[in-house]
């Protein structure tokens, strides 16, 4: 048999407050990017190889929706629509 005692535990957790787009530093609140528009958004984040500047590092950056769209309108082929 095990008797329990009921505690208090305070847990602090982290949150997202604000999004800042890496390139143009468009600030998009945290409603704003977790609602609708996070459709409209993009975070990305990855680790990359021996072929590239700073082996085994990972970035993460956000863009905005219009920052994303020039970006992707300077690609020479255009990425897949899923």
Request: glycine share 8%; proline share 2%; hydrophobic share 35%.
């Amino acid at each position: 048999m095990k008797k329990f005692r009921s505690k208090i535990v305070k847990k602090i957790e982290n949150e997202v407050e604000l999004v800042i787009c890496n390139r143009c530093s468009l600030e998009i609140s945290a409603s704003d990017w977790v609602g609708l528009n996070k459709l409209h958004q993009i975070s990305v984040g990855g680790e990359y190889g021996s072929n590239y500047p700073g082996d085994g590092v990972i970035l993460s950056f956000d863009i905005c929706e219009s920052c994303l769209q020039q970006w992707i309108s300077s690609f020479k082929i255009e990425p897949e629509s899923l």
